[in-house]
């Protein structure tokens, strides 16, 4: 996740894509790109998965899904309401170089494929806009998030000291797409 905190920094449709067979056991999922209506959901959701000093106001949530070459996935569950449970934001950078800014999924769908689902189609993405590498920050302190990035592929290549607004410092992670 981009410069939550110290720096303000942290479409069209797609296809649907299958998700892992469920969620919560019986729910299939699927990925959309993102539409104006979801943004205050995407802002709900942020703001409960991260602790205050790490989560987005509005604004730079806002500023980091408007970047020129930014694009927002949306994890939607299946019938019958389609909730949004989880998103991702990312960005071809310059260089060939992609940025995960954010990626978020509800406390009750986690651990049933739907980060990596998101995960995945955004690194597809990348790579279709040319992107040769990902990178990304979390929290040092976010065991979940690094055991989650390990698991697909990313190496921590360095510490940056007290990067988020609360303090704590950020591992910088990379992964090579292509
Ligand atoms: C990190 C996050 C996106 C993972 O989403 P998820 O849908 O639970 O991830 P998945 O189900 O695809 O997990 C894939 C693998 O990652 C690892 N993993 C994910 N969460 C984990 C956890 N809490 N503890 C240990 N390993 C974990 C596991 O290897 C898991 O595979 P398994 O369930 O078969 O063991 C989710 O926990 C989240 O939104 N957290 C809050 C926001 C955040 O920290 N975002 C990342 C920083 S930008």
Partial sequence: ?????LKPFRGRSEPFREGT???????PFTVRDFQAADFDTLWRI?????PAGISYSRAELRL????RASFTLIAVSGEPDAAIAGF???????RARGHIITIDVIAAAR??????LLLR?????????????VELETAVDNAAALLFYKRHGYSVVTTYPRYYSNGVDASVLEKTLV
């Fill in 111 to 116: 651990r049933f494929g739907m980060g990596s």
């Fill in 21 to 27: 067979p469920s969620y919560n056991g019986r729910v």
């Fill in 64 to 67: 980091y899904m408007r970047r």
């Fill in 46 to 50: 942020d703001q409960a998965c991260f």
């Fill in 121 to 133: 189609a955004a690194e597809d993405r990348l790579i279709s806009a040319g992107c040769r590498s």
């Fill in 88 to 94: 991702i934001v990312a960005e071809a950078g310059a």
């Fill in 1 to 5: 996740m981009e410069n939550r905190g």
